[in-house]
C-alpha cells in the first residue's frame, strides 16, 4: 500500500458544481497534513493545511479523519481558475528525522 | 523580488555529464529541500537541510549530492548524469519553527532533460 494515495481523476465537472476528493495514509503517526495545488508546468502552492477540527478558507472546506487514515477537500461554486492538480501531502516525524509524503495528485478540470 | 529561485530553468546534457542546478532562497526560511518530479508527476522528497544540517536524506543514488553553503542556498550536484534522472527538480524552503509541518515555498523548478 501507498503511504498517501489518491485518486488521479481527472475529475472533470461544469462551473458551479462541488467537487470532493479523498486522500488516504499509511502512517497511523502521520501528523500533519496539507493540500497543494500544481498548475500545469508550474510549482506547487500551498492551498491549505488541514486540522483536526477541519477548517474552512472560501469555497474550499478540508477535513480530516484519523480514525480511517484520510483527508478530503470539498470545493464548492467551482470556477474555471479551480482546473489544477491537487495533491495531498502528510508529514510526520520518527526518531531524530521527518518525513514529508506527497500524494499523486488528483487532476481536476472545470468546463464553462 | 523572487522568493525562492533556482538555475537554471531549463537544462538539457548529454548522459555521463556532471551538472549542477543551483536553490536560492530570501525568505529568511531555516529549512531547505530539494524534491523531484517525474514524468508521471509524482512528486518525491530527496533532501532536506536544516540550518545548513542535513536531516532528510532520501535513498537517492549517491551521484546526487547536496551543498548548503549558508541557509539561503542549496544547491544539488548530479554526478555522471543517466537518462532516468529526466525530471523536474523543485527546490522549496519553510519558515523556522517545527518544519516539516510548515507551509513550504517552491521554486519554479528546474526542467533537466538528458539525452
Known amino acids: 500500500r501507498k503511504e498517501v494515495e489518491q485518486d488521479p481523476g481527472p475529475f472533470n465537472v461544469p462551473e458551479g458544481a462541488t467537487v470532493a476528493f479523498n486522500c488516504t495514509y499509511s502512517?497511523?503517526?502521520?501528523?500533519?497534513f496539507f493540500w497543494y495545488r500544481q498548475d500545469c508546468r508550474k510549482e506547487p502552492k500551498l492551498l491549505m493545511s488541514v486540522y483536526s477540527s477541519g477548517n474552512e478558507d472560501g469555497r474550499f472546506t478540508a477535513q480530516l479523519n484519523r480514525a480511517s487514515q484520510y483527508i478530503s477537500l470539498l470545493i464548492r461554486d467551482s470556477k474555471l481558475s479551480d482546473s489544477a492538480t491537487y495533491l495531498c501531502?502528510?508529514?510526520?516525524?520518527?526518531?531524530?528525522?521527518?518525513?514529508?509524503?506527497f500524494g499523486s495528485g488528483t487532476r481536476l478540470s472545470i468546463r464553462p | 523580488d523572487t522568493a525562492v529561485s533556482q538555475t537554471p530553468k531549463y537544462l538539457v546534457t548529454q548522459m555521463g555529464n556532471d551538472k549542477s542546478i543551483k536553490c536560492e532562497q530570501n525568505?529568511?526560511?531555516?529549512?531547505m529541500y530539494w524534491y523531484k518530479q517525474d514524468s508521471k508527476k509524482f512528486l518525491k522528497i530527496m533532501f532536506s537541510?536544516?540550518?545548513?544540517?542535513?536531516?532528510i536524506n532520501e535513498t537517492v543514488p549517491n551521484r546526487f549530492s547536496p551543498k548548503s553553503p549558508d541557509k539561503a542556498h542549496l544547491n544539488l550536484h548530479i554526478n555522471s548524469l543517466e537518462l532516468g534522472d529526466s525530471a523536474v527538480y523543485f527546490c522549496a524552503s519553510s519558515p523556522p519553527g517545527g518544519a516539516p509541518y510548515n507551509e513550504q515555498f517552491f521554486g519554479p523548478g528546474t526542467r533537466l532533460t538528458v539525452l
Open positions: 501531502v502528510v508529514s510526520f516525524r520518527y526518531s531524530s528525522a521527518s518525513k514529508i509524503i
Open positions: 502512517n497511523s503517526a502521520s501528523q500533519s
Open positions: 525568505l529568511g526560511h531555516d529549512t
Open positions: 537541510y536544516n540550518n545548513k544540517e542535513l536531516i
